[in-house]
């Protein structure tokens, strides 16, 4: 009977700033810092900051930021947060945006993506687990790595932009 | 050879006279500068020549040097009165100034030296409408077409104006020999097609259905008529007239299949078949529920069919059909859905049903094991939209306002980003009297989407609640032009709730000036909307428009109805009384300013200059820039000429009167019409304002006082004069029963309405119109304090009403007891705090809206 929701993704710009403040404020236990919001608003960030529509309500965000890497120009997408408003989790929102995302990072050709990587709190298992379905490996564990929230250490998660892993 | 009859002074010779109609088509076109200069050719030789002189002061005229133009053009007159082009250039400068009666009466001067004037004619006829002269326009438009019959647009011209001065069957009749003269017509032709349908309404409006009938039938074959839905819609509305049912409920139906969610086609469809749905038998609502069944089954995606039979049904049946409609609006996810169905409430059954079927909703999609979270199997969304539904059902009545401000906490910690639930919750604390916490919420919901331009206007809005004015500029500045103030630039764009919010602040802050000059602001914006009309009696008959044209002209004829003009001159003209009984508010209003503000003015003015300055060099230094118009200067922007203008009461007569012949609904009109009549002691107009507003409403608290203070004022009077004592003789017993006395009258009022807060202030302000304010300080009081029983079921906008009465006209001892008081009554509002204590609460609030701060900061991104 009921049609399936919508899920669609909307570039961050000056003007909803305020619902990314919001969004952030509730869904994640720090506070950031005012250097996030301006990066997220760089011209080259637009395709790898998004907020996350469900039936056109604003629940979610994906943020990324480039970093180069390669002597090459070659550069790394750094997933900076994600997340879901609680209600609206399990509902594929999270794997829709990452997705998206990854897409635009495998289309970029300047610079051209190699990897995507993130840190995961070492006592969130439950995004371990989502990342590595979306066939990202954990690299390292880094010690330390939160200085202000615990516990303090973190995984490292990686994929390359271009995989055979899952569909 | 000179024609006979000219004077000889103005004959020119042929080189002076060839260079004089240069200066005719260089007008024209526009090129002033150059025509000055052949003006002053022509001038130097003659000066004495009345027509150029003329021709000189108009152009002068356009040129920004009015004065000495209007100069120039009555010396024109002078030096040759018989010229009709001195009275027409006369009569132009007159129309530009919009002063239309007097343009009109040179023109007649004018045709009186050439009556067969075409321009003149022309100009004339459509002054005459603008006036709604219609007699005039029918007469001039009639002798052009007689000088012109060549000209389509003559014939159609008057056919307008035969319409408008109630001669329709001349206008049918002229039509249809147009008609019929008119040749090689290209197919689908626009313009043709509209002056058919022209015609049609015409024949419509005359009841000559089977003309009409016979009209449309051929056009449909030929399909003349390019507006199809337009002709369809005619034949539905003929067959009907005809009574030829079955063909009619045909075409309803074709109709609705085309649109099926126009109101007007199952109304016709429903009248063709002798329903109303206005008035409906229990026999005929269960046909009426079944025809719309059908509907529903024939378009089930459509809302219309579905919505029309929850104004018709109640009970069980009215359940069955809202719970499906309302299951819709939130799968859908409609925002407007409550909007929708508020106009069910004045049924409380109906509103009674609405939250039984809701809760059960809000119940279903619950998880039963956590009463805070969805279940599983529901969606998010829906839940979202029940509990938001339900928030401003609960906001509409104020003993519900908390159930409605809890549901909203649990659906904005749900979903925190939805900008209506902060609108919602805004709303919800005005309503219970928090308009400080209220402005909070809305400017949380436009930080949530800076480029909403609703969002911005709303949170402005409930920012000019509180006082906020300067703050609530800055806002909206946000969506104005760079180059102007945001006031100046909202004011250009005739917002008039911009106008009228920004007066009513700056009234409660007692800045009466500023006030005036939004409220007249408002006044002189429909000054230009009525002089925008203008152009459209000669431009719509060219481009053939002419249904939109009388439309348009039906719809201007009642434009100082409409609502923001009424607000605008009642809020006007209710300054301009207290002025008059209090000479000291002209003072008051004037802040006193200190040095450093002062300076702050003077900065402020000199920024403003600068802006200017900048947007001139902008524009660039081009020839024409002479002849643009320059930016209008204000000459009066605080308001100060406004504010002492000599005669307070004549100026609010000037904003009421445009109203006074128009159907006006609202009793604030006549009560304030009221207020000013009996003070300029035009006692009919006092009597007529009193029975206009009886018949509104009858026992309204504010009538009430009017009535004693009539009584009173006319038992006063020695020797009116005779024919108004018997009109007001005869008049009076219907308001004021001839065997009562005033205090008697008063306590009966009060007597009809037990506990009614309005009666019981009503009462009080009666007797100090009886007594006068120190005569009636005490019992008045006693009366204002009876609001805080518990039986007196006290509003807030009465418990303000009723402060600001202690305070300023009785003066009493107890008014920071009854602000306490009402402070306890409404524990949820803010409005009868201090001035400071209002600030405190909104730092507090603005201080624990952002949580964040508590939080670590990551300083490793």
Same mark, same amino acid.
């Given at each position: ?167 | ?17 060839? $260079? ?105 006829s459509n002054?005459f409408m603008q006036v709604r002269n219609y007699e005039g326009a029918q007469d001039a438009r009639f002798?052009l077409l ?6 389509r647009q003559g014939w159609l011209a008057l056919a307008v104006a035969y319409h408008l001065n109630d001669r329709l069957e001349d206008a049918q009749s002229l039509l249809m020999h147009y008609l ?14 509209e002056v058919m349908l022209y015609y049609l309404r015409v024949l419509y409006d005359l009841k000559r259905?089977?003309d009409a009938?016979?009209f ?14 337009? $002709?369809?819609?005619y ?298 009309q203008?152009?459209f009696h000669a431009?719509c008959v060219r481009k053939y428009t002419l249904n939109a044209y009388v439309d348009m002209t039906f719809y201007m004829d ?208 009666? $007797? ?34 009723? $402060? ?58």
């Amino acid at each position: 009977m009921r049609t399936p929701p919508r899920i669609s993704l909307s570039s961050i710009t000056p003007s909803n700033l305020g619902t990314l403040r919001k969004l952030n404020s509730v869904i994640f236990p720090v506070k950031y810092s005012e250097r996030f919001y301006k990066d997220v608003l760089l011209p080259e960030a637009e395709d790898f900051c998004k907020l996350v529509y469900y039936n056109d309500l604003p629940v979610g965000t994906i943020c990324c930021r480039i970093e180069r890497s390669g002597p090459e120009g070659e550069a790394k997408l750094y997933i900076m947060t994600m997340g879901v408003l609680a209600p609206y989790r399990s509902r594929s929102l999270g794997s829709e945006a990452l997705k998206q995302i990854l897409a635009s990072a495998a289309s970029s050709q300047k610079p051209k993506i190699t990897h995507v990587y993130l840190h995961v709190q070492v006592s969130n298992d439950g995004a371990k687990r989502f990342y590595e379905r979306q066939g990202f490996v954990e690299l390292k564990k880094e010690e330390g790595y939160y200085k202000k929230i615990e516990p303090r250490d973190a995984w490292v998660l990686e994929r390359k932009t271009w995989s055979d892993a899952p569909a | 050879m000179a024609p006979t009859g000219v004077p000889a002074k103005r004959i020119l010779p042929q080189k002076e006279s060839t $260079l004089f109609r240069t200066i005719l088509q260089q007008y024209e076109t526009k090129q002033h500068k150059k025509a000055l200069k052949s003006c002053d050719q022509i001038l130097k030789k003659f000066p004495e020549h009345g027509e150029t002189t003329s021709m000189k002061g108009l152009i002068l005229t356009n040129l920004q040097k009015k004065e000495e133009g209007l100069e120039l053009v009555k010396k024109g007159v002078r030096l040759d009165l018989t010229s009709h082009i001195c009275w027409h250039v006369f009569g132009l400068v007159h129309k530009t100034d919009r002063n239309y009666e007097e343009a009109l009466k040179c023109y007649a001067q004018a045709l009186r030296f050439d009556k067969d004037n075409i321009n003149i004619l022309r100009d004339a006829s459509n002054l005459f409408m603008q006036v709604r002269n219609y007699e005039g326009a029918q007469d001039a438009r009639f002798t052009l077409l007689k000088l012109r019959p060549t000209l389509r647009q003559g014939w159609l011209a008057l056919a307008v104006a035969y319409h408008l001065n109630d001669r329709l069957e001349d206008a049918q009749s002229l039509l249809m020999h147009y008609l019929r003269i008119v040749k090689n017509v290209p197919d689908h032709d626009v313009e043709h097609s509209e002056v058919m349908l022209y015609y049609l309404r015409v024949l419509y409006d005359l009841k000559r259905w089977n003309d009409a009938l016979e009209f449309i039938d051929l056009n449909v074959q030929y399909n003349s008529i390019i507006d199809r839905v337009a $002709l369809l819609e005619y034949r539905a509305r003929v067959l009907s007239a005809l009574g030829r049912k079955d063909e009619a409920e045909e075409e309803w139906r074709r109709l609705i299949k085309q649109n099926p969610d126009c109101y007007e086609y199952y109304r016709g469809f429903l009248s063709n078949r002798g329903i109303d749905l206005d008035k409906l038998t229990d026999e005929i609502r269960a046909e009426t529920l079944g025809l719309f069944k059908g509907f529903c089954d024939e378009y089930p995606k459509s809302t219309t069919p579905w919505r029309i039979p929850l104004d018709i049904t109640s009970g069980d049946e009215f359940k069955e059909l809202v719970k499906p409609y309302l299951q819709k609006g939130l799968t859908r996810g409609i925002p407007s859905l409550f909007a929708d169905l508020k106009s069910l409430y004045v049924n409380s059954e109906k509103k009674a049903i609405i939250q039984e079927v809701m809760e059960g909703f809000k119940d279903e999609y619950r998880d039963q094991s956590n009463p805070s979270k969805v279940a599983d199997d529901a969606s998010p969304a829906e839940y979202l939209w029940t509990l938001y539904f339900l928030a401003q059902h609960y906001a509409t009545d104020p003993s519900t306002i908390s159930t409605s401000l809890s549901l909203l906490d649990t659906a904005l910690e749900h979903t925190p980003t939805l900008p209506e639930l902060h609108m919602i919750k805004a709303r919800a604390l005005k309503r219970a009297g928090d308009y400080v916490r209220a402005s909070v919420n809305m400017e949380n919901a436009r930080k949530l989407d800076l480029q909403d331009r609703a969002l911005n206007s709303k949170s402005a809005k409930y920012m000019f609640r509180v006082g906020m004015i300067e703050e609530a500029n800055t806002l909206l500045g946000m969506f104005t032009r760079k180059d102007t103030r945001p006031a100046s630039d909202l004011e250009d764009m005739q917002c008039f709730p911009f106008l009228i919010q920004e007066g009513d602040a700056w009234t409660r802050a007692g800045r009466l000036n500023l006030a005036l000059k939004r409220y007249r602001a408002v006044d002189k914006t429909y000054d230009d909307i009525e002089d925008d009309q203008l152009d459209f009696h000669a431009y719509c008959v060219r481009k053939y428009t002419l249904n939109a044209y009388v439309d348009m002209t039906f719809y201007m004829d009642s434009l100082r109805a409409s609502p923001p003009y009424e607000r605008g001159a009642i809020s006007a003209a209710r300054i301009y009384v207290r002025l008059h009984d209090d000479s000291s508010l002209v003072a008051s209003s004037i802040p006193q300013q200190s040095v450093s503000e002062k300076k702050a003015k003077k900065k402020a003015k000199r920024a403003e200059l600068k802006v200017q300055e900048d947007a001139k060099k902008g524009t660039g230094a081009s020839d024409d820039k002479a002849e643009a118009p320059a930016e209008k200067k204000d000459e009066d922007p605080d308001g100060m000429k406004l504010l002492t203008a000599p005669d307070p009461l004549e100026q609010a007569a000037k904003v009421l009167r445009p109203m006074e012949h128009l159907t006006v609904t609202s009793i604030g009109f006549w009560i304030v019409s009221f207020d000013v009549a009996i003070r300029r002691k035009k006692y009919l107009q006092a009597l007529k304002a009193l029975r206009h507003a009886k018949a509104i409403a009858f026992d309204d608290a504010q009538l009430h006082t009017r009535i004693l203070e009539f009584k009173k004022t006319i038992s006063s009077l020695e020797n009116l004069p005779s024919p108004m004592s018997t009109v007001i003789a005869e008049a009076l017993p219907e308001l004021f029963p001839a065997e009562s006395s005033l205090e008697g009258y008063n306590s009966d009022y009060m007597q009809k309405h037990p506990g009614s807060p309005g009666a019981i202030l009503g009462g009080a302000r009666g $007797l100090v119109v009886i007594r006068g304010a120190a005569g009636a300080q005490e019992d008045a009081t006693e009366l204002v304090f009876q609001l805080l029983r518990d039986e007196t079921r006290l509003d807030i906008q009465t418990a303000l009403d009723a $402060l600001q009465f202690l305070e300023q006209e009785l003066k009493s001892p107890r008014t920071e007891e009854f602000r306490s008081a009402c402070s306890r009554r409404f524990p949820l509002s803010t409005t009868f705090l201090s001035a400071e204590e209002q600030a405190a609460v909104r730092t507090e609030m603005e201080k624990s809206a952002a949580p964040e701060e508590s939080k670590p900061e990551l300083d490793s991104l």
